[in-house]
């Protein structure tokens, strides 16, 4: 695989596109200014700089030839060919599964649930890493969510737990929440702000109150705090290592606010009790909610993770784990997600769009990869990529290709397209329908 | 596409061309109905012994967008009891109350429903919405546009800045690709932005300085000047509340001003949930009979029922205090979705049982209102789908109108208290198959304002329903249950000129258009409004003004409809 360094052609233009929707967190900010001189992206405005990375550098490392083999017997092939390989591939396995999505547009995810339908097979998105769980206690309960407009306009109070926004979404505070000045709310000043976590981080220490719970400990707090706000007395001194005057203080704040809003991370989602832990959550907002106004919102990661779970929904009823084997969705965590099939060494393809499994998932599952086709749709050069039998480089949804994605509040937003592919690449859309084309026809 | 077909011999319905029962060849070519076709050259089918109607309109259905899909996700344990496995045509879905998208489609079209508007969209997140109706095949589809507790068209209004409220309305429909107006508990879901709610048509809304009563009336007027097709679509104050049957005829009532004969003004839509008296939910009893009255006595409102069903749904609702309530109330589970300026959402999983008291009632005001209310063109059949039940029930209400007998069956299981409270055991009215295909076709067509829908005269599209079924045979108030299963299953649907359901079964998956209103309000006026509205919106809205609008090219089979204004 040659990787040249950077892609230009012999232009002189300069042009610049306003109001980009930010395709790398789930804020989506979609007020970025790119400027784009010799078709090569020089400068972003606005963003923050994770974003701004992702437009600036992402050249380095790309994927530029689709490639047959694994690691170094690699040999670049054309398009043509490696789509070929792959359908070829998926009619000769019996149980594929499709992974991955959160980093594409809504037309990418629908394709792939379109290839598992058709093949039988299974389709997981990676919110199984993130807000699985939120999900999941969304489906117990049901979310208390409100677009981050109701909260940049009216929330006076933001409660932050288990996340570190001022380094994972660096621009949501100033955008959607702590400094957010709206029709009713006039910015920092009206605002109080807490933050929960199990250490002080960035975001704690602008903080008017930082609640440090022992790590393992959210469920209890949570459970604390709706006793409280149930007017219910804690007999014990404190709880999760937070004593229970500062519990009954943040207990206070939280019905006293007029519009209260908890943002909540995977600290909360990964941490012990899982899902049980946004049950709590969600339970804790639902009391409020008979007292004052409560919503609660989860921060989520990727621009489109939101999207992947909006999309599963919508064609199969299920945000993720996906089975099609018995000719209909069927849907059941600890069976059906990715690392489940995986780990029985039970998919017989492994594909995998716009994400990099191999990096993130259990090193367990790397066993069983060992022994079955890895397909990988990707605009760089990943450690999956690197590990897969076929992989087919694709153009940067939201850069290169336009699309729909989803933001942390299901907001949907359409990505643009500010400059040309490198030669030849073309977008994950494309070759997900080429592939389907060939298996139908 | 110059695909010819005949059908042949079918015992045609068509009441907008005053068709009643005769027994006549239809034929098709091009997508529409023409004169005559080539029988060498044409498909025939043959319709002897079967009913015939133009493809059923529904003009209230919440199949596609955000709360939809809040619904599928919060029902897994709702899509176990109902899948569908693939074919060879067709994809699979899930979904008893909230079907998935491609189910939705499917299931339409097997029961002869060829247009479906989805009731309720709120602007921001109408992209959402655009997606999963591109995503349901089949029938052709359109989105009311959500605006009763529009920021930017409250403030107009209450500025008294009527024309500019249109323009902006104007432009809301345009950007988003919407169709109509919708009005959600005017005022009520901005105040649920606080936890709160209004109670009457001339409470004050919070920090607006305007009332219900004033944003409906100003709607109304922004409908005129637009000269949309459709009138404004409200959902009224206190829905779901006992004795609410008196806000829903004030509401009717105040813009009565407004009437210079003519087309309607005001479409009540799933009035069952606003039709009741009583004061508290003990002593609830159906106030069908007072707004029938009323309806009887005027011309400007035309309603849908928004049937009840007995049996386990999801409502789903812009209404957020509404789903609230019933949380309280239910205490399972509650999802609350608001929508920054525009409006909310809540979803609450429900069980509508006979042998309930609250159950009862409402079952029988949904029947009460089509029953007593005399002309059929001011009435469509709807069930809210999924709040009073899932649209695959439409058959069985069909069978309830028109079969006392079928009624019956249900009385002799539902609670005897609620029914001494309610008319309908004494009504024996029964509605013919002419009354059937004006409610489920003709009227909703009609009020929608769709020209070349609900009925089979030639340049109608050919959208074309056909059930083994022969009315000159059974007598539906007897054999209702022949009825219920013929409408179950179309034997033949046809959509655009294409047969894509026979015996029941979808035969070929094709996609549907996508209706929408283009407003011509002149380019300059709307500029003005914008260029205006812009600082506010950005400081509003979490998102720019650039990237707020529904691009065309994002529509499947986009039609907008033109409409020329007053302006």
């Given at each position: 695989?040659?990787?040249?360094?950077?892609?230009?052609?012999?232009?002189?233009?300069?042009?610049?596109?306003?109001?980009?929707?930010?395709?790398?967190?789930?804020?989506c900010?979609?007020?970025?200014?790119?400027?784009?001189?010799?078709?090569?992206?020089?400068?972003?405005?606005?963003?923050?700089?994770?974003?701004?990375?992702?437009?600036?550098?992402?050249?380095?490392?790309?994927l530029?030839?689709?490639?047959?083999?694994?690691?170094?017997?690699?040999?670049?092939?054309?398009?043509?060919?490696?789509?070929?390989?792959?359908?070829?591939?998926?009619?000769?396995s019996?149980?594929?599964?499709?992974?991955?999505?959160?980093?594409?547009?809504?037309?990418?995810?629908?394709?792939?649930?379109?290839?598992?339908?058709?093949?039988?097979?299974?389709i997981?998105?990676?919110?199984?890493?993130?807000?699985?769980?939120?999900?999941?206690?969304?489906?117990?309960?049901?979310?208390?969510?409100a677009?981050?407009?109701?909260?940049?306009?009216?929330?006076?109070?933001?409660?932050?737990?288990?996340?570190?926004?001022?380094?994972?979404?660096?621009?949501?505070?100033?955008?959607?929440?702590?400094?957010?000045?709206?029709?009713?709310?006039?910015?920092?000043?009206?605002?109080?702000?807490?933050?929960?976590?199990?250490?002080?981080?960035?975001?704690?220490?602008?903080?008017?109150?930082?609640?440090?719970?022992?790590?393992?400990?959210?469920?209890?707090?949570?459970?604390?705090?709706k006793?409280?706000?149930?007017?219910?007395?804690?007999?014990?001194?404190?709880?999760?290592g937070?004593?229970?005057?500062?519990?009954?203080?943040?207990?206070?704040?939280?019905?006293?606010?007029?519009?209260?809003?908890?943002?909540?991370?995977?600290?909360?989602?990964?941490?012990?009790?899982?899902?049980?832990?946004?049950?709590?959550?969600?339970?804790?907002?639902?009391?409020?909610?008979?007292?004052?106004?409560?919503?609660?919102?989860?921060?989520?990661?990727?621009?489109?993770?939101?999207?992947?779970?909006?999309?599963?929904?919508?064609?199969?009823?299920?945000?993720?784990?996906?089975?099609?084997?018995?000719?209909?969705?069927?849907?059941?965590p600890?069976?059906?997600?990715?690392?489940?099939?995986?780990?029985?060494?039970?998919?017989?393809?492994?594909?995998?769009?716009?994400?990099?499994?191999?990096?993130?998932?259990?090193?367990?599952?790397?066993?069983?990869?060992?022994?079955?086709?890895?397909?990988?749709?990707?605009?760089?050069?990943?450690?999956?990529?690197?590990?897969?039998?076929?992989?087919?480089?694709?153009?940067?949804t939201?850069?290169?290709?336009?699309?729909?994605?989803?933001?942390?509040?299901?907001?949907?937003?359409?990505?643009?397209?500010?400059?040309?592919?490198?030669?030849?690449?073309?977008?994950?859309?494309?070759?997900?329908?080429?592939?389907?084309?060939?298996?139908?026809? | 596409?110059?695909?010819?077909?005949?059908?042949?011999?079918?015992?045609?319905?068509?009441?907008?061309?005053?068709v009643?029962?005769?027994?006549?060849?239809?034929?098709?070519?091009?997508?529409?109905?023409?004169?005559?076709?080539?029988?060498?050259?044409?498909?025939?089918?043959?319709?002897?012994?079967?009913?015939?109607m133009?493809?059923?309109?529904?003009?209230?259905?919440?199949?596609?967008?955000?709360?939809?899909?809040?619904?599928?996700?919060?029902?897994?344990?709702?899509?176990?009891?109902?899948?569908?496995?693939?074919?060879?045509?067709?994809?699979?879905?899930?979904?008893?109350?909230?079907?998935?998208?491609?189910?939705?489609?499917?299931?339409?079209a097997?029961?002869?429903?060829?247009?479906?508007?989805?009731?309720?969209?709120?602007?921001?997140?109408?992209?959402?919405?655009?997606?999963?109706?591109?995503?349901?095949?089949?029938?052709?589809?359109?989105?009311?546009?959500?605006?009763?507790?529009?920021?930017?068209?409250?403030?107009?209004?209450?500025?008294?800045?009527?024309?500019?409220?249109?323009?902006?309305?104007a432009?809301?429909?345009?950007?988003?690709?919407?169709?109509?107006?919708?009005?959600?508990?005017p005022?009520?879901?901005?105040?649920?932005?606080?936890?709160?709610?209004?109670?009457?048509?001339?409470?004050?809304?919070?920090?607006?300085?305007?009332?219900?009563?004033?944003?409906?009336?100003?709607?109304?007027?922004?409908?005129?000047?637009?000269?949309?097709?459709?009138?404004?679509?409200?959902?009224?104050?206190?829905?779901?509340?006992?004795?609410?049957?008196?806000?829903?005829?004030?509401?009717?009532?105040?813009?009565?001003?407004s009437?210079?004969?003519?087309?309607?003004?005001?479409?009540?839509?799933?009035?069952?949930?606003s039709?009741?008296?009583?004061?508290?939910?003990?002593?609830?009893?159906?106030?069908?009979e007072?707004?029938?009255?009323?309806?009887?006595?005027?011309?400007?409102?035309?309603?849908?029922?928004?049937?009840?069903?007995?049996?386990?749904?999801?409502?789903?609702?812009?209404?957020?205090?509404?789903?609230?309530?019933?949380?309280?109330?239910?205490?399972?589970?509650?999802?609350?979705?608001?929508?920054?300026?525009?409006?909310?959402?809540?979803?609450?999983?429900?069980?509508?049982?006979?042998?309930?008291?609250?159950?009862?009632?409402?079952?029988?005001?949904?029947?009460?209102?089509?029953?007593?209310?005399?002309?059929?063109?001011r009435?469509?059949?709807?069930?809210?789908?999924?709040?009073?039940?899932?649209?695959?029930?439409?058959?069985?209400?069909?069978?309830?109108?028109?079969?006392?007998?079928?009624?019956?069956k249900?009385?002799?299981?539902?609670?005897?208290?609620?029914?001494?409270?309610?008319?309908?055991?004494?009504?024996?009215?029964?509605?013919?198959?002419?009354?059937?295909?004006?409610?489920?076709?003709?009227?909703?067509?009609?009020?929608?304002?769709?020209?070349?829908?609900?009925?089979?005269?030639?340049?109608?599209?050919?959208?074309?329903?056909?059930?083994?079924?022969?009315?000159?045979?059974?007598?539906?108030?007897?054999?209702?249950?022949?009825?219920?299963?013929?409408?179950?299953?179309?034997?033949?649907?046809?959509?655009?000129?294409?047969?894509?359901?026979?015996?029941?079964?979808?035969?070929?998956?094709?996609?549907?258009?996508?209706?929408?209103?283009?407003?011509?309000v002149?380019?300059?006026?709307?500029?003005?409004?914008?260029?205006?509205?812009?600082?506010?919106?950005?400081?509003?809205?979490?998102?720019?003004?650039?990237?707020?609008?529904?691009?065309?090219?994002?529509?499947?089979?986009?039609?907008?409809?033109?409409?020329?204004?007053?302006?």
């Amino acid at each position: 695989m040659a990787i040249p360094s950077i892609l230009v052609e012999e232009k002189t233009t300069e042009y610049t596109v306003e109001d980009v929707v930010c395709p790398f967190c789930g804020c989506c900010c979609d007020d970025l200014i790119v400027t784009v001189r010799d078709s090569r992206i020089v400068d972003v405005r606005n963003a923050c700089a994770l974003g701004a990375s992702k437009f600036l550098h992402m050249n380095e490392g790309r994927l530029l030839k689709p490639k047959i083999g694994r690691f170094d017997t690699a040999k670049e092939v054309s398009v043509d060919e490696a789509i070929e390989t792959v359908a070829n591939l998926l009619k000769d396995s019996s149980y594929p599964l499709f992974y991955g999505w959160a980093c594409t547009s809504c037309e990418s995810i629908l394709l792939g649930l379109d290839l598992a339908d058709l093949l039988g097979g299974a389709i997981d998105n990676t919110s199984i890493i993130c807000h699985g769980p939120t999900v999941l206690a969304g489906q117990e309960l049901g979310l208390i969510a409100a677009t981050l407009g109701q909260v940049k306009n009216r929330a006076d109070l933001i409660v932050y737990w288990g996340c570190n926004p001022l380094e994972a979404h660096p621009r949501h505070l100033a955008r959607y929440s702590v400094s957010a000045r709206g029709r009713f709310i006039d910015g920092r000043r009206d605002r109080k702000v807490v933050v929960v976590d199990v250490r002080r981080t960035a975001t704690a220490r602008m903080a008017d109150l930082f609640v440090e719970v022992k790590p393992g400990y959210d469920y209890e707090l949570l459970s604390a705090l709706k006793m409280l706000v149930k007017d219910l007395d804690l007999e014990v001194d404190e709880v999760g290592g937070v004593p229970v005057s500062e519990i009954e203080k943040l207990a206070d704040m939280m019905v006293e606010a007029r519009f209260g809003a908890l943002f909540f991370g995977t600290g909360l989602t990964m941490s012990r009790g899982r899902d049980k832990n946004v049950e709590a959550a969600i339970e804790l907002v639902r009391c409020l909610n008979f007292k004052t106004k409560f919503v609660l919102i989860p921060m989520r990661g990727h621009f489109n993770v939101t999207g992947a779970n909006e999309v599963f929904t919508w064609r199969t009823g299920y945000p993720l784990s996906v089975d099609f084997s018995q000719g209909y969705p069927r849907y059941l965590p600890g069976e059906t997600t990715a690392v489940d099939i995986l780990r029985r060494g039970e998919c017989d393809l492994f594909f995998v769009v716009a994400s990099d499994p191999i990096s993130h998932l259990p090193r367990r599952i790397l066993e069983h990869l060992g022994n079955i086709p890895v397909v990988a749709l990707d605009p760089k050069i990943t450690p999956t990529v690197y590990l897969s039998d076929v992989a087919i480089p694709v153009a940067y949804t939201g850069i290169e290709v336009e699309g729909t994605a989803y933001r942390m509040d299901t907001v949907p937003l359409r990505l643009k397209k500010i400059v040309e592919p490198p030669q030849g690449i073309l977008s994950d859309v494309e070759i997900l329908g080429m592939i389907l084309e060939k298996l139908r026809g | 596409m110059k695909e010819a077909l005949l059908i042949r011999n079918g015992i045609v319905y068509d009441p907008m061309n005053g068709v009643e029962g005769e027994v006549m060849d239809i034929a098709v070519e091009g997508g529409v109905i023409v004169e005559d076709v080539d029988e060498r050259e044409a498909k025939v089918i043959d319709a002897s012994g079967m009913l015939i109607m133009p493809g059923g309109v529904d003009i209230h259905s919440h199949i596609a967008g955000s709360k939809s899909n809040i619904g599928r996700l919060l029902r897994p344990e709702d899509h176990r009891r109902s899948y569908e496995p693939r074919t060879a045509v067709t994809r699979s879905g899930v979904g008893h109350t909230v079907p998935s998208t491609k189910t939705t489609g499917y299931r339409y079209a097997r029961m002869g429903y060829t247009t479906v508007f989805e009731a309720a969209s709120p602007p921001l997140k109408q992209k959402h919405t655009w997606e999963e109706l591109n995503d349901i095949p089949i029938i052709d589809k359109a989105a009311l546009t959500v605006m009763g507790n529009n920021w930017f068209i409250m403030d107009f209004i209450s500025q008294d800045r009527i024309e500019d409220a249109a323009i902006y309305a104007a432009w809301l429909l345009k950007s988003t690709k919407g169709y109509g107006i919708k009005i959600v508990n005017p005022g009520g879901v901005e105040a649920w932005g606080w936890g709160g709610n209004v109670y009457d048509l001339d409470d004050q809304v919070p920090y607006f300085g305007i009332t219900p009563r004033e944003i409906v009336e100003g709607l109304c007027r922004v409908n005129s000047i637009l000269n949309l097709p459709h009138t404004i679509h409200v959902h009224t104050n206190r829905l779901g509340m006992p004795n609410n049957c008196w806000t829903a005829l004030r509401t009717v009532h105040t813009i009565r001003k407004s009437f210079g004969g003519g087309r309607p003004l005001i479409h009540i839509t799933h009035c069952q949930f606003s039709g009741y008296a009583g004061s508290t939910w003990t002593t609830l009893r159906s106030g069908a009979e007072y707004i029938a009255k009323y309806v009887n006595s005027i011309d400007h409102v035309t309603l849908d029922i928004g049937q009840v069903v007995f049996t386990d749904t999801t409502t789903m609702t812009g209404d957020g205090p509404l789903e609230f309530r019933l949380f309280q109330s239910l205490a399972g589970k509650w999802a609350n979705a608001d929508v920054e300026v525009e409006t909310g959402a809540g979803v609450v999983p429900v069980k509508y049982s006979r042998r309930s008291y609250v159950g009862t009632i409402q079952w029988a005001v949904g029947l009460e209102l089509a029953l007593l209310i005399d002309d059929p063109w001011r009435v469509c059949l709807t069930t809210d789908h999924p709040n009073g039940g899932p649209f695959t029930a439409y058959p069985r209400v069909i069978s309830w109108l028109m079969s006392s007998k079928a009624r019956g069956k249900v009385m002799e299981k539902a609670n005897r208290r609620a029914l001494k409270y309610t008319v309908l055991p004494s009504i024996d009215r029964e509605y013919t198959f002419t009354d059937v295909a004006i409610v489920t076709r003709a009227a909703p067509a009609r009020l929608l304002g769709l020209k070349s829908k609900g009925h089979l005269g030639v340049g109608a599209d050919a959208d074309i329903a056909i059930y083994d079924i022969d009315p000159r045979k059974i007598d539906p108030a007897v054999d209702y249950r022949m009825v219920r299963r013929a409408l179950r299953r179309a034997a033949y649907t046809i959509k655009g000129g294409r047969i894509v359901v026979v015996k029941g079964e979808v035969v070929e998956d094709i996609p549907g258009r996508s209706i929408w209103v283009d407003v011509a309000v002149p380019g300059d006026r709307i500029e003005e409004v914008i260029r205006e509205v812009k600082p506010r919106f950005e400081e509003f809205y979490t998102v720019k003004l650039s990237n707020y609008p529904v691009p065309e090219s994002m529509l499947i089979g986009s039609s907008p409809i033109k409409v020329n204004p007053s302006i």
